[in-house]
T-cell receptor
Framework: KQEVTQIPAALSVPEGENLVLNCSFTDSAIYNLQWFRQDPGKGLTSLLL???SQREQTSGRLNASLDKSSGRSTLYIAASQPGDSATYLC??????????WGAGTKLIIKP | NAGVTQTPKFRVLKTGQSMTLLCAQDMNHEYMYWYRQDPGMGLRLIHY???????AKGEVPDGYNVSRLKKQNFLLGLESAAPSQTSVYFC????????????FGPGTRLTVT
């Protein structure tokens, strides 16, 4: 059974720093991996989707990588800003196209 | 476009009461999903639908029923609410399964006392 883990559960960094969020999964037979952002009291916003055949995806200051052999994905945020403060979740799509979710990393960017 | 909307935003139920949560999407998506999110845990799939008139069980379907009578709507029903169903419920939709991006509604916070 696929399990997705995100460590750490919370992270606080000063504004301007580059940072990496981690996501690990136990079963490498994933269809794709997605990163989402969740703001308090709000729904989820899709940030990046990496297909199983891809190694990375980029959008603005965000870059997500995928290494299926090691069961890891990372989300790199460049030049962090206070507006980046949110909870970031990753989810792996299994063979039934269902998303298996990590519990998220709560990110705080200090001005 | 409104995207994905959910009704209501908040609800408090007493144990044993029933209710229906409504999800609507205006993107002509085939797939729709209901998730629950509990503190310290990832989202868990309750039920999903791959098209009008179809439904399927997800990871945690017990105590819930769903219907997809119209393509744009996906209803989640609780027949006899239990305190264990206190959670935040999210609806999502996608153009298709697999590679498609999922779009989420704002959520419904349900408390069962």
């Amino acid at each position: 059974k696929q399990e997705v883990t995100q460590i750490p559960a919370a992270l606080s960094v000063p504004e301007g720093e580059n940072l990496v969020l981690n996501c690990s999964f136990t079963d490498s037979a994933i269809y794709n991996l997605q990163w989402f952002r969740q703001d308090p009291g709000k729904g989820l916003t899709s940030l990046l989707l990496i297909q199983s055949s891809q190694r990375e995806q980029t959008s603005g200051r965000l870059n997500a990588s995928l290494d299926k052999s090691s069961g890891r994905s990372t989300l790199y945020i460049a030049a962090s800003q206070p507006g980046d403060s949110a909870t970031y979740l990753c989810a792996a799509s299994d063979s039934n196209y269902q998303l298996i979710w990590g519990a998220g990393t709560k990110l705080i960017i200090k001005p | 476009n409104a995207g994905v909307t959910q009704t209501p935003k908040f609800r408090v139920l007493k144990t044993g009461q029933s209710m229906t949560l409504l999800c609507a999407q205006d993107m002509n998506h085939e797939y729709m999903y209901w998730y629950r999110q509990d503190p310290g845990m990832g989202l868990r799939l309750i039920h999903y639908s791959v098209g009008e008139g179809t439904t399927a069980k997800g990871e945690v379907p017990d105590g819930y029923n769903v219907s997809r009578l119209k393509k744009q709507n996906f209803l989640l029903g609780l027949e006899s609410a239990a305190p264990s169903q206190t959670s935040v419920y999210f609806c999502a939709s996608s153009l298709s399964g697999g590679a498609s991006e999922q779009y989420f509604g704002p959520g419904t916070r349900l408390t069962v006392t």
